[in-house]
């Protein structure tokens, strides 16, 4: 039972650049969420999902898409990376919305 | 705004000694409050929860204290061991969902020996 796999670990974009970062769970999660933690922030809500095919904008959904194909990967999409996206990204999920979230061990992000 | 406020950003207490961490919030609509612990290089893992029916929960040294009308609420670590040296954040959100939380800034607790 691996849980809540995100990769990659590190990552280093160029301003302008897109990529994706992956996420899955093997827990049978319905509800699996993206949060980036920040230095004095906290960790601040981006996009979530209530299940296949259904997401929702958290607290700070500009720059990012997420899609919910399968029950199993959430997938969270930069468009056009920006400096003001460099922080750490974790994944998240929980069996039902009023349980406990697992979370991920995180994705260290850098755009110069 | 940062909705939820956590005072202090660092801590150290002496092992055997009780680390107190703080937090405020506005929105009287949030209605589950839980804990996460974080060592670094690692996601956040929940601690404890409470909901505001309750004044206070227990789980083994950890302690959550709930002050409706004060909207706050702190956790209370007692006998602080080394082991217990991470980044601790309280959280909130509405209608029990846990899929919405709103963070805390963070607080580092350091446990010297």
């Known amino acids: 039972n691996a849980g809540v796999t995100q990769t990659p670990k590190f990552q280093v974009l160029k301003t302008g650049q897109s990529m994706t970062l992956q996420c899955a769970q093997d827990?049978?999660?319905?509800?699996m969420s993206w949060y980036r933690q920040d230095p004095g922030m906290g960790l601040r809500l981006i996009h979530y999902?209530?299940?296949?095919?259904?997401?929702d904008q958290g607290e700070v959904p500009n720059g990012y898409n997420v899609s919910r194909s399968t029950t199993e990967d959430f997938p969270l999409r930069l468009l056009s990376a920006a400096p003001s996206q460099t922080s750490v990204y974790f994944c998240?999920?929980?069996?039902?919305?009023?349980?406990?979230?697992?979370f991920g061990s995180g994705t260290q992000l850098s755009v110069l | 705004q940062q909705q939820v406020k956590q005072s202090p950003q660092s801590l150290i207490v002496q092992k055997g000694g009780i680390s107190i961490i703080n937090c405020a919030y506005e929105?009287?609509?949030?209605?589950?409050f839980p804990w996460y612990q974080q060592f670094p290089g690692k996601g956040p893992a929940l601690l404890i929860a409470?909901?505001?029916?309750?004044s206070e929960k227990k789980e083994g040294r950890f302690t959550i204290s709930f002050n409706k009308s004060a909207k706050q609420f702190s956790l209370h670590i007692m006998d602080s061991q080394p082991g217990d040296s991470a980044t601790y954040f309280c959280?909130?959100?509405?209608?029990?969902?846990?899929?919405?939380?709103?963070f805390g800034q963070g607080t580092r607790l350091t446990i010297n020996p």
């Open positions: 998240a999920s929980s069996y039902r919305w009023d349980e406990k979230l697992f």
């Open positions: 827990m049978n999660h319905e509800y």
């Open positions: 999902s209530v299940g296949a095919g259904i997401t």
């Open positions: 929105n009287t609509a949030f209605d589950y």
């Open positions: 409470i909901r505001p029916d309750v």
């Open positions: 959280a909130a959100s509405m209608l029990g969902g846990a899929q919405k939380l709103v």
